[in-house]
């Protein structure tokens, strides 16, 4: 490739040398923009540039799936494989598609036209089976040929949104992002405008009488967080969103950045003022490539406008958000593990303590919240709490986004209040079951979730109710499954996300995630063993009590979930 030009990477590398290390993904992900992989050459540039370690550089790009050290092709075409999809017809669609292309691609020496890759999640599963055209979202279909998606620009699949309540998706369902002027007309930034006309503790003191947790999963209260970062010593605080969301089945990030970018702003611009943070990162997933350029775009108009900037509305209060994108590796969406991403290194969860509240990115004490969590301070400070509190439960207040996919008649994503009946958000809201068929089972959390059956669909969906009969809330992910689906086949597929996605860091969860796969993978195509039963529950339990980070916690948890309601799936025929 000696034909490649070295120049345009020099001149947009002067651009990030002032970062030093923490700039080595955004180098990366220009060189691969640049050249479609990152060349030889441009590595040993970008780390003279920022001086790193070309070790370091060639660990970073082997760690993140989205770089390529040697051209693939001219077209790449990922088809997700995870469990809406699968059920969906993806695997049909990776079959025909790759038939096709290996006869297209016959030429010996030459880049190929086309490949075709099997991808974990995509963050698309409304829209299954979904696929990545050289990283933007497209919907496939059983009719479709490869060259009906590669030919022009793929439009990016259009946002489906139910709601019984219209509070943080009164912006969304138009298939196109909010743009300023209309976030302004709907009551937008009057939120921050009230904010900076009080003091930051007041502001914390609002979201702690709010009853607000974290929306991403671990429901830790959001004020207590921004109170241990307010108060921890230091003059120097980071704000950081997590908007790397790729739990297999979650999508309800994805649509708020697509739909309503400035909401999501707005309640980053507050909670950095109330914490006292001058800079944020905002960390988006790499196969978000759509919703990168919707935030990007929203940026610039709030900085043209004066949202950010220097002496935000008049105020002395000064504020920059970078945008960081990731580059394919489920782990990062782990807190410290993104830290570790931001500061240019591999994505490797951190032992705790320190917490991120007192050492975060940096070093330094930052606040973590995702973008649900984030895009609800608007609304608390527009209401105020106590009427905040009115909407969901007395221990789960505010609204919640589920995202709903599988065998469901309209897959989407909808706005709740807190304590509304399962029941009501599958069968009144979701239409129920596709086909009408009979339901099998659901899965509550995501890959690391928890199946149940019909039994509790009269359970209410609040953090206290569904912890009585067992199950995560998680960060509100719901996929369904008909009688005709074989819940063998979807363990296998929960236990390869795992495996695949396991940074190998620590023991536990680096072998017991392949064990559990290949496990799965045997009884998925043959017959369980008398022994198999006792070595998933053994392997479960181990990463369960002995992984460092959260994936390795529950990476078993659907399956020794499955194990409890259908043994006969995983113990030998008598």
């Known amino acids: 490739m000696d034909d490649l030009d070295l120049s345009p990477l020099k001149d947009r590398l002067r651009l990030l040398q002032p970062k030093g290390r923490s700039g080595l993904l955004p180098a990366l992900h220009t060189a691969q923009d640049l050249y479609g992989y990152i060349p030889e050459f441009a590595a040993e540039e970008i780390a003279r540039t920022l001086r790193v370690p070309l070790a370091d550089v060639y660990g970073v790009i082997d760690f993140y799936a989205l770089f390529l050290k040697q051209p693939a092709a001219r077209t790449v075409i990922h088809v997700c494989a995870d469990p809406a999809c699968a059920m969906a017809g993806a695997d049909g669609v990776m079959k025909r598609f790759s038939q096709s292309v290996a006869s297209k691609n016959t030429a010996e020496g030459s880049l190929p036209e086309l490949v075709v890759e099997r991808a974990p999640c995509l963050g698309l599963c409304e829209h299954a089976p979904a696929v990545l055209v050289q990283g933007r979202g497209a919907t496939a279909s059983s009719a479709q040929s490869y060259q009906d998606l590669v030919k022009g620009k793929p439009e990016h699949p259009r946002s489906v949104i139910g709601r019984s309540i219209n509070l943080l998706t009164a912006n969304c369902g138009k298939g196109r992002p909010t743009t300023l002027e209309e976030y302004r007309q709907s009551g937008g930034y009057q939120a921050l405008e009230k904010a900076l006309s009080m003091r930051p503790g007041e502001i914390i003191t609002?979201?702690?009488?709010?009853?607000?947790?974290?929306?991403?999963?671990?429901a830790f209260p959001t004020g207590m967080k921004w109170e241990a970062a307010a108060n921890a010593p230091g003059e120097i605080r980071y704000l950081v969103c997590n908007a790397d969301e790729a739990e297999p089945g979650t999508f309800k990030d994805r649509v708020m950045m697509e739909e309503d970018p400035h909401r999501l702003l707005e309640g980053m611009i507050i909670a950095a003022y109330a914490v006292g943070a001058q800079k944020a990162y905002l960390y988006i997933r790499g196969e978000y490539l759509y919703p990168y350029e919707v935030m990007s775009r929203a940026i610039d108009e709030a900085a043209a406008a004066g949202w950010i900037g220097e002496t935000i509305h008049g105020s002395d209060f000064r504020f920059e958000i970078e945008i960081r994108r990731g580059a394919g590796a489920y782990i990062c969406g782990e807190e410290t593990a993104l830290f570790e991403s931001i500061e240019g290194k591999r994505g490797f969860p951190r032992l705790k303590p320190p917490f991120p509240t007192t050492a975060g990115l940096f070093g330094r004490p930052t606040v973590i919240n995702n973008v649900e969590t984030?895009?609800?301070?608007?609304?608390?400070?527009?209401?105020?709490?106590?009427?905040?509190?009115?909407?969901?439960?007395?221990?789960?207040?505010?609204?919640?986004?589920?995202?709903?996919?599988?065998?469901?008649?309209?897959?989407?994503?909808?706005?709740?209040?807190?304590?509304?009946?399962?029941?009501?958000?599958l069968e009144e809201l979701a239409g129920g079951v596709r086909g009408q068929r009979p339901l099998q089972a659901i899965l509550f959390g995501g890959a690391a979730g928890v199946f149940t059956t019909e039994k509790d669909l009269d359970v209410r969906l609040s953090f206290e109710d569904l912890r009585a009969v067992g199950l995560p809330l998680g960060s509100g992910v719901i996929t369904v499954f008909d009688d005709t689906r074989d819940m063998r086949d979807i363990c296998y597929r929960l236990a390869r996300f795992f495996a695949e996605e396991s940074c190998g860091k620590c023991y536990p969860c680096q072998i017991g995630t392949q064990r559990q796969e290949e496990i799965l993978h045997r009884i998925n195509r043959s017959q369980p063993q008398s022994e198999d039963w006792d070595r998933l529950q053994d392997i479960g339990w181990t990463m369960s009590d002995a992984s460092i980070c959260g994936l390795g916690q529950t990476a078993a948890s659907a399956v020794l979930s499955a194990m409890r309601l259908w043994p006969h799936l995983f113990k030998p025929s008598v």
């Open 206 to 218: 609002m979201v702690k009488a709010s009853g607000l947790v974290g929306r991403g999963g671990a």
């Open 374 to 425: 984030l895009c609800n301070v608007p609304l608390i400070l527009n209401l105020g709490a106590e009427e905040y509190r009115k909407i969901g439960t007395e221990k789960s207040p505010g609204p919640k986004l589920f995202c709903l996919s599988g065998d469901v008649a309209r897959p989407g994503l909808y706005e709740v209040p807190f304590g509304i009946p399962l029941r009501v958000l």
